[in-house]
């Protein structure tokens, strides 16, 4: 409990602006312990290397990972195809003093070969944007272990489709699971939640070796829900897959998730 008070009193010290506060605290009171969670599922052995992250506004996790000052740090986000290929994003906590300027790229991870050499990196987070995705993870994937060294790993997690508050929703409430629309564009909703087996076959299709693949809890749940998803894992909220690049990659559209692709 004292670390995640520490990591809240630390992020919710940056300046945002008054516009955007009330959304950024919304999503740290939300999201907090799933950060956390994901922070300790990077292996060990990344301490010093080079490690890509993918969608990394709001930028909360890359300023856990900065701080923890293991990696070297590379941020990857889309702002639309009018946006330059390179921006900066200033980081300032007045609380702490601390003051940092992000030198993020700009690019479509669905169909934008990634501005980065074969083999560059570690490891690559994937945290929280395969659900965004509208048209082809695939590319995703496949740019993604291009640029991984032969074992380099990555990291995806996702939120649960299968979680049980989506199957009370449905069952219970009768209301619609799927996202509203976004006024950030199609890429600040929702467009496809996924099963652990989803991710797992899209993974091992296109080249990746699985290391762990779980469901895990991120949320507080009353009692009752806590005990009912320890006996049934499946309804847990967040799919987590740590994966390692093979020797080989290959563009993999298995027919339970594409229809109608053309060459």
């Known amino acids: ?17 008054d516009k955007y506060r009330s959304e950024r605290d919304a999503y740290l009171d939300a999201h907090l312990r799933r950060l956390l969670v994901t922070q300790q599922m990077i292996p060990c052995s990344s301490a010093g290397g080079r490690v ?10 890359t300023l856990l990972l900065r701080h923890s000052g293991k990696v ?3 941020t990857a986000d889309y702002r639309g195809d009018d946006c330059s290929a ?16 992000l030198l993020c790229q700009n690019f479509n991870v669905e169909k934008d070969r990634f501005p ?16 965004h995705l509208a048209s082809d993870p695939t590319h995703m994937l496949m740019e993604a272990h291009r640029v991984l060294k032969v074992g380099g790993w990555i990291l995806i997690t996702t939120p649960n489709v299968l979680v049980l508050r989506n199957l009370t929703t449905l069952v219970i409430k009768r209301t619609n699971i799927y996202a509203p629309y976004s006024g950030y564009g199609v890429y600040g909703r929702h467009n496809r939640e996924w099963t652990l087996e989803e991710v797992v076959q899209l993974l091992t299709g296109c080249g990746f070796q699985i290391e762990t693949a779980q469901q895990v809890d991120t949320y507080p749940h009353p009692l009752s829900s806590a005990l ?3 006996l049934f894992p499946h309804l847990r909220d967040m799919i987590c897959v740590l994966a390692r690049a093979g020797n080989e990659y290959a563009a993999y559209y298995p027919e339970n998730l594409y229809m109608a692709m053309h060459n």
């Open 1 to 17: 409990m004292e670390k995640l008070q520490q990591a809240h009193q630390y992020l919710s010290g940056f300046e945002v602006g």
């Open 72 to 74: 070297d740090l590379y």
């Open 228 to 230: 009912l998803k320890k």
């Open 116 to 131: 980065y050499p074969d083999e560059f990196f570690d490891g690559v987070l994937c945290c929280e944007l395969l659900e």
């Open 52 to 61: 890509l992250e993918l969608g990394a506004a709001p930028y909360l996790m």
């Open 86 to 101: 390179e921006f900066s994003v200033l980081l300032h906590n007045p609380v702490c003093g601390e003051h940092c300027t």
